[in-house]
């Protein structure tokens, strides 16, 4: 059948400039780019790029340039051309439009609304270049209150404490499993999550046996409702357990990582066959109540000795706050929490860009519900999905957060483009495939330093921010509300996110 | 153990989205405290914070006392503050918490703090002493005695418009108001009419806000008042964890979080103040990380668990409590603090000429490091000698 939706980008090649070298041809695995021997020139197909830009940026003589097409339907406020296409392709296959990366629709991004507080005067600021400047956090449980007892001087706590994870920072990687993304990714934010003081998070789809001994310390392995790859070693090879009910992406959906990618490694990480497909049903099976949760909540407790947190991740979705805070009274020991704009490796578009809310107003309402209850200390809050950069992060925990993941960060670092076609498997910059020429093109330690670069300059923009505030320890900015203000706000979300408008 | 949250609402009177107010400000603290309990007037405290004249702007004066009260040293004394426009609002603010006071507690003795009409301070309150044992009915006779005041005192000042309880200590009082702490202490007429075995007192510069009688300084809940110069950057994180625990900020200033998690640590969990210091202003991790193996457990663990309560920016603080009083100042030191003795004196101020005003020669006069607590303890308990002063 003859498509009717015309070609989203452009390439443009500047015939002086090439060399006919062929490496975009070799660079691009959905194969755009073509040599004509006749001709001895490269011939692009527009149809067949998808805009991620590998072959510009490795072309040795700069001669691409790929922009969107200047082809466009007649202009129209209801049918803008995402919805014709979306449209003429459902014509044309029957099928459910499938998409990666987070929602990229113009929701209201509250981060860009929110500003920041500095000290004048009163309260001096500090330079976190002379003055120590304290970014630690403890994720996990905290009590009510300490018990101690003083003998001689001597003093003993008497308080049985929770466990709890300690970052040096607060960005830990978000879950993205072996399987969705390549070993190479996989052993990149792993390996940076060890150097940088923080953790990783293995996603649904286990972690490999050989990189248990080395990165197990740095690792929150999760447990999703496909159960792939759970043993009693990898529950306690790790640092915390992660029980995913929902993803920002597509919250009320499962997973399904198709048999291609089923590679021999990837199936026995997994503990599945080769070559089929990996299914996570969209609910847990074994739970269908809260108190379902606390089961399992506990069987993890118990399989790990009481010694590792547990954290159970949910989508931000309308009445999250009162699950959340059942979770919390279910044994929770951290709730992750994943907005509007999270990412994924595949998800139907109709359902990433439209289901759930933004992470902004679900920070703030999860927290200030638990601060009314009395339980704001009982879990942290770890918040995901749109975290952009440094000043996100210091709002998001502002806004109350104890820490954030990143993942769609992550993969910018190691050289994503936010195409949006992880679900092909042919992601060209090595990260989202299990096509070994692909996946081969990631350097792990080139990606790896990438990686923990990121992290140490967000934190060094955090002490700047929060020494401007007069704040030398991350802890005096959790919920305090008072160092942020709103712009360009309506009164609802002001109350909403618990701030107020700038000049108040 | 803590049911104070769970019961009791916090209602803030004030817009949904306006959280607090908070003032800034920068002041003068002294105190002075004879550590073998023997009692003297204000007058040499009175003396030694108006050297300190310029450290404050008039906006604000006060202090606290322990032992003025050894007649009524049982019972709790309730200082009351009732604001309005006229007499009229001041009476019926009055009528609306006698009722109330009539309902929870049993008073055995009221009346008016006795004051000096001629003084130059302006738009006085009624203010109003009363001492009191409480009256638990019901759900609240579980409740200590203590809780049930401080549930008491946060009721009042949430939902009795134009009354404020600033003090509620037994055989303690504070003493505050609108001009510079001299005046305030003529007002009150502290040279005179009391005496005491601690004074904190305390002269303050409001950055922001029109002054009122409520915000200034001490700031106190049961026997702890705190006197504070400084600015907590960290008030809005310490303020949600305290509300947590049933304590309602609303006297719309930082200082009032100290007290409360004073109260909190040291009354209702029972921690040392040396602890209660390094919760407050805790040593950086990179200390806390070549320590030995149990101070690093144990300084660990506080700031995990109680990291919101960290007082973060600048402050020197004084706690008085009923046989101790304590100075700190925050973990960098952004503010000044000078600790001395002299005989069973035990002296805080910030300025060393204040302290040698009134005592030129001292024993011993140092500067606390930042973070590093100085607790002056009653060295036996005989706080209370049998003495009766007559109230005017």
Redesign the interface.
């Known amino acids: 059948m003859k498509s009717f939706v015309f070609p989203e980008f452009q390439i443009i090649r500047d015939e002086a400039k090439c060399g006919q070298c062929r490496g975009c041809e070799r660079q691009c695995a959905f194969g755009t780019h073509r040599y004509d021997e006749a001709q001895d020139r490269l011939i692009s197909d527009d149809y067949k790029c998808v805009g991620c830009q590998r072959c510009v940026i490795f072309c040795p003589k700069d001669a691409i340039v790929v922009k969107p097409t200047q082809s466009f339907y007649r202009p129209n406020a209801s049918w803008s051309r995402e919805k014709l296409e979306d449209l003429k392709r459902q014509a044309e296959t029957g099928g459910v439009i499938l998409t990666g990366c987070g929602n990229d629709k113009p929701f209201r991004i509250y981060w860009d609304h929110i500003v920041l507080n500095a ?1 004048q ?4 600021s ?1 330079d976190p270049l002379r ?2 400047m ?1 970014l ?1 956090t ?1 994720l996990g449980s ?7 007892e ?1 003998e001689n001087g ?2 003993e ?1 008497e308080t049985k ?1 929770s466990p ?1 994870l300690m970052v040096e920072t607060p960005i830990l990687f978000s879950a993205m499993s072996y399987g969705a993304i390549s070993y190479n990714a996989f052993r990149a934010l792993a390996t940076a999550a060890c150097k940088s003081g923080t953790y990783f998070n293995t996603g649904e789809g286990g972690l490999p046996r050989e990189m248990r001994e080395e990165f197990g310390r740095c690792a929150i392995v999760q447990v999703a409702s496909g159960r792939f790859g759970i043993d009693a070693e990898y529950l306690n090879c790790a640092a915390a357990v992660e029980i995913k009910v929902g993803q920002g992406a597509k919250p009320g959906i499962g997973g399904h990582l198709p048999g291609e990618k089923v590679s021999a490694e990837v199936a026995a990480t997994r503990m599945i066959p080769v070559g089929t497909d990996a299914i996570s049903p969209a609910p847990h099976h074994d739970i269908y109540s809260i108190e379902d949760l606390s089961m399992l909540i506990y069987a993890l407790k118990e399989a790990t000795n009481y010694e590792k947190p547990i954290s159970v991740k949910i989508a931000a979705v309308h009445n999250f706050a009162a699950i959340a805070s059942g979770i919390v009274r279910a044994g929770a020991d951290i709730i992750a929490i994943d907005g509007l704009r999270g990412g994924t490796g595949a998800a139907p578009k109709a359902i990433r860009d439209n289901v759930g809310i933004p992470i902004e107003l679900a920070i703030s309402s999860l927290d200030r519900r638990l ?1 009314d209850e ?1 339980i ?2 009982r879990a942290s809050i770890i918040a995901a999905g749109g975290i952009r950069c440094s000043a996100d992060v210091i709002k998001a925990i502002a806004l109350g957060a104890d820490a954030v993941y990143i993942g769609s960060a992550a993969l910018i670092a190691m050289g994503c483009t936010l195409c949006q076609k992880c679900y092909t498997g042919k992601c060209n910059w090595g990260i989202c495939t299990q096509d070994p020429r692909l996946a081969g093109r990631l350097n792990t330690e080139i990606a790896a330093t990438r990686l923990s670069n990121l992290i140490h300059a967000w934190s060094h923009e955090i002490s700047e921010m929060l020494g401007g ?5 991350l ?9 942020l203000r709103g712009i360009g706000l309506y ?1 609802w979300e ?2 909403v996110l ?3 408008g700038a000049g ?1 | 153990m803590f049911t104070l949250c769970l019961e009791f609402k916090i209602i803030m009177p004030r817009k949904r989205r306006e959280l607090y107010n908070k003032e800034i400000c920068a002041c003068s603290i002294f105190g002075a405290m004879n550590r073998d309990g023997d009692r003297f007037t204000a007058e040499g405290v009175m003396k030694a914070i108006a050297n300190m004249h310029v450290r404050g702007n008039g906006l604000g004066g006060g202090f606290a006392a322990y032992g003025i009260y050894p007649d009524y040293r049982d019972y709790y004394a309730l200082h009351l503050m009732f604001t309005g426009h006229d007499w009229e609002a001041k009476r019926s603010a009055k009528q609306d918490f006698d009722a109330f006071l009539c309902e929870n507690f049993d008073v055995v003795h009221d009346e008016e703090v006795p004051h000096r009409d001629e003084s130059t301070v302006t738009d006085p309150p009624l203010v109003w002493r009363y001492f009191v044992l409480p009256n638990k009915k019901g759900d609240e006779a579980q409740l200590s005695d203590e809780d049930y005041v401080v549930k008491k005192v946060m009721w009042v000042n949430t939902q009795i418009e134009k009354a404020f309880v600033f003090s509620s200590g037994k055989n303690m009082g504070c003493f505050k108001g609108v001009g510079y702490p001299e005046e305030i202490g003529e007002y009150f007429m502290l040279d005179r009419l009391y005496r005491a075995y601690t004074w904190t007192a305390h002269g303050r510069f409001p950055t922001n806000t029109q002054a009122w009688w409520g915000g200034a300084h001490p700031f106190s809940l049961l026997d702890i008042s705190v006197v504070h110069n400084g600015e907590i950057s960290s008030y809005g994180t310490n303020r949600w964890y305290l509300e947590m625990y049933g304590y309602a900020c609303t006297l719309q200033t930082d200082t009032e979080v100290i007290a409360y998690a004073a109260d909190l640590l040291m009354r209702r969990q029972h921690l040392p103040v040396e602890l209660v210091a390094k919760i407050l202003a805790p040593p950086i991790w990179n200390s806390i990380d070549r320590m030995n193996e149990s101070e690093r457990k144990l300084l660990t663990a506080l700031r995990m668990v109680y990291g919101p309560l960290l007082m973060n920016g600048p402050f020197a603080i004084i706690i008085g409590q009923t046989g101790k009083m304590i100075g700190l100042t925050d973990r960098i030191r952004l503010r000044p603090l000078t600790a001395a003795t002299r005989g069973a004196m035990f002296y805080l101020s910030s300025e060393e000429a204040a302290i040698r005003l009134i005592s030129p020669q001292l024993d011993d006069v140092w500067t606390p490091n930042g973070g590093e607590p100085v607790v002056g303890e009653l060295k036996n308990i005989r706080m209370v000698k049998d003495e009766v002063i007559r109230l005017s």
Not at chain 1, 475 to 483: A, F, I, P
């Open positions: 000290s005067v009163t309260n001096p500090i003055e120590p304290e630690r403890f905290k009590p009510d209150f300490m018990g101690v003083v001597d003093v706590i404490l709890n601060r009395g704001r200390n505030m007069g704040i030398n320890a802890e005096s900015l959790r919920g305090n509300h008072d160092h009164e002001l109350d618990g701030i107020k108040e």
